[in-house]
């Protein structure tokens, strides 16, 4: 009983700060997220209705809304994977014998991580811009015609999930690399004894003994990937034919720019449910395989 | 130590007593916040107006066009906003409902610069909302035709054409004249200000019942729709967004299109671009109406005052420093915005200038756009039900009827809000 109440007390700064900046604000977006707050409510608060889900079933029957959840849906299942495999392959470099100069490398790969994302999706948006691009005059040399990437509905996602992919690689990386050293090297060695290759040695003993590590960094990435809102707003602000507007992007439009905030926060919980089910999914998983 | 306080509290307490009793604004600063480029143009002439005004100093912010709308409310939510601004005439409506903007028709009526009856009545009406004057327009925009006067020549087309019946003739008369691929007019799908152009011109209301409907399925909206939906049946425009264009001015003087409807500042864009040999062979003209020449958009900036502005007086020497048509007319010069005021048009830098005057024959017909706060949104439903007939097929009157119903929906909160205001009034 004692000691429980001291745990009680040790917690409570940290609890106190939870329930005070994360907490009510949650509780508040709930409320809030029953009601029709907009311009109206916000010049006089007695045209504050309350509509109980309204919201959610005006939301379920928006195209718009619909469209950005399968753009979020496309930017997750190939973003994801694009970026953890990125993420493995840079670990695994780096982790090598063979690998010079270990430190300044890994000090590159990380840095997209820490630098500000406007300003280089700024410097991407001229590495892609059709007319004086970097990538389009690298691809001119190779005879392919200029490609519109960010202005041309079919390849404006695929650019963004290139450019997110390599932003948060690095972080990733790090994560395997910690997990890669924990691996015994006699299991290397006895299967090198054993006379496997080098691939069989990656499938049968790295990815295993890393099967922890890639729950954890598939539960990151996937819930981080879903919460896509940046790239778009500074690069194509939804644009062309809304093919890079998602979840979160939509929900700043109706808060931020028509003032629905009783729909944006409709929107905000319809995400979280997607976002858990997700993870949920991914944990059963890893949880069938053993890997918690 | 202690003695020195009663000594400091009197002098502030002196200062404040000053402060309050001032008639004069003096040593004041006013926070004016402008947008886009009318901001980085407009800090050279506020040098001037502080030079005319030694006791008044103006603290400019620049906001990008993205980030105003957002900006301004939230600022409204904290409370900080500044003491004038440049506002979008969409948008008036919208702070006027806040009730965050100052009356002004008083301020209008004592003024010996803002002439009331010089400026185009289109444009003066949309700072008007439910009666009350909230802003003085700053500049206009409205859309009308860039076209090449020799490809009309080349189809036989001697004068600009004025009405719609003309329009198409000569539509149609460009694409049989010209080579296989020109179109005749260059719409992008992507924009809202070209249905909405033709629709304002028919003079049938776009909505109905204390604009608290949509009323699009009227007479007035089908024909506007039925006339620009056969522009694209018949291949006169390509249905194609601005993006998918790679550069408009070298397509229209390539020939691509003989007519582009499009806005004000883009007198500069084609100037710039014009190859010599055409310099002479295009011009602007007024959009053609339904029986004759025809209304315009009413777009553009006002400048308003906050409510919560205390210096208000110093705010409005500056709205009528900037509004003053010698101040106006260089404002043009740097820019290339149109002018609201019909003396600024009088001053030979612009009475001279041939592609300007189209624009000023078309602004004494602009029409200003219902005074909702949800307008932007509706513009944006017209916008998406004529694409929907035009790119992918739908029958007119089934187009009118969701777009009705839609902009009904969107104005559901209006009609509430305004039915509890009789209620509250009765």
Redesign the interface.
Known sequence: MRASLAAWVFAAPALLVLAVFFGLPVLAAALLSLTDFDLYALADPAHLRFVALDNYLALLRTPLFWKALGNTTYFVAVGVPLSIAVSLGAALLLNSPLARMRGLMRTALFAPVVTTLVAVAVIWRYLFHTGYGLVNWALGHLGIAPVDWLGDPRWAMPTIILFAAWKNFGYNMVIFLAGLQTIPQELYEAARIDGASRWRQFLHITLPQLGPVLLLVGVITVSGYFQLFAEPYVMTRGDPLQSTVSVLYYMFEEGFRWWNLGRASAVAFVLFLVILGVTALLLRAGRRRDLL | MGSRWPTLLLCLLLCLVAGGCAREPDGQTIRFWAMGREAEVVSTLLREFEREHPGIRVELQQIPW?AA??KL??A??ADGLPDVCQLGNTWIA?FA???ALEPVQARVDASTVIDQDDYFPGIWATNRVDGVLRGVPWYVDTRLLFYRKDLLAEAGIEAPPRTWAEWERAMAAIVRAGPPGRHAVLLPVNEFEQPLSLALQTGEPLLREDEGRGNFRSPGFARALAFYARIFEQGWAPPV?E?QI?NVWDEFFRGSYAFYLSGPWNIREFRRRQPPALADAWGTMPLPGPDGPGAGIAGGTSLVLFRSSQRKDAAWRLVEFLSRPDIQQRFHAMIGNLPPRRSTWEHPGLAGDELARAFRDQLERVRPTPQV?EWE?IAQEIRLATERVVRGGQPQRQAAAELDARVDAILE??R??RR?EQEAAR
């Open positions: 993205t709308h957002e409310l939230t409204f939510a919208e409902a806040l009730d967004s993006t790679s706060l949104r909160k209006r509430w809000v509890q």
